[in-house]
T-cell receptor, first 112, second 113 residues
Framework: SAVISQKPSRDICQRGTSLTIQCQVDSQVTMMFWYRQQPGQSLTLIATANQGSEATYESGFVIDKFPISRPNLTFSTLTVSNMSPEDSSIYLC?????????FGQGTRLTVV | QQQVKQSPQSLIVQKGGISIINCAYENTAFDYFPWYQQFPGKGPALLIAIRPDVSEKKEGRFTISFNKSAKQFSLHIMDSQPGDSATYFCAARPASNTGKLIFGQGTTLQVKP
């Protein structure tokens, strides 16, 4: 299975600021995904990070709020922009490998 | 709308007992149904998965039962142990996408010693 590293593992940020989360995979993967897990809730897909093209966003998520980069087949970043307390969540990077999906340990974000 | 409904929300089982978590889906275009286990502070870990052409899959103490006609699938944990205490998520993958997953709401399992 793919090994996925996310940085930072947690952060406390002031409202109105932005945070960039990094996701590094130990092998080349075609598909990378970003999920959000609000406190005590399930996982919701934010977007699919496509290498060499713009990310594909799910309904309710927009590029201005969650810009994503995918410069190569092993790395992606998610930025949470102009944060508010409602953005306090765990953000998870996921990769699709063969038929399975694997997750990083997540970034726990608290916005104060 | 693509949805996966999971129940119960929480479950308490005695050590050695059987834990059963159920999921139902509404979209017949799903082609892959994984279960994930998540411990506090950790990302979800793939536990076991099944495809719709199979009615049952067993891996150790974990079994998935799949009922295609009823659009339901369930996770059975046999001989439940305190170390199984975690949150479990079912998920479904749209056939048109190789990685995107639709998750159920999650079940918090507590196994009492």
């Amino acid at each position: 299975s793919a090994v996925i590293s996310q940085k930072p593992s947690r952060d406390i940020c002031q409202r109105g600021t932005s945070l960039t989360i990094q996701c590094q995979v130990d092998s080349q993967v075609t598909m990378m995904f970003w999920y959000r897990q609000q406190p005590g809730q399930s996982l919701t897909l934010i977007a699919t990070a496509n290498q060499g093209s713009e990310a594909t966003y799910e309904s309710g998520f927009v590029i201005d709020k969650f810009p994503i980069s995918r410069p190569n087949l092993t790395f992606s970043t998610l930025t949470v922009s102009n944060m508010s307390p409602e953005d306090s969540s765990i953000y998870l990077c996921s990769v699709g490998q063969h038929t399975e999906a694997f997750f990083g340990q997540g970034t726990r974000l608290t916005v104060v | 709308q693509q949805q996966v409904k999971q129940s119960p929300q929480s479950l308490i089982v005695q050590k050695g007992g059987i834990s059963i978590i159920n999921c139902a889906y509404e979209n017949t275009a799903f082609d892959y149904f994984p279960w994930y286990q998540q411990f506090p502070g950790k990302g979800p870990a793939l536990l076991i998965a099944i495809r719709p052409d199979v009615s049952e899959k067993k891996e150790g103490r974990f079994t998935i039962s799949f009922n295609k006609s009823a659009k339901q699938f369930s996770l059975h944990i046999m001989d439940s142990q305190p170390g199984d205490s975690a949150t479990y998520f079912c998920a479904a993958r749209p056939a048109s996408n190789t990685g995107k997953l639709i998750f159920g709401q999650g079940t918090t399992l507590q196994v009492k010693p």
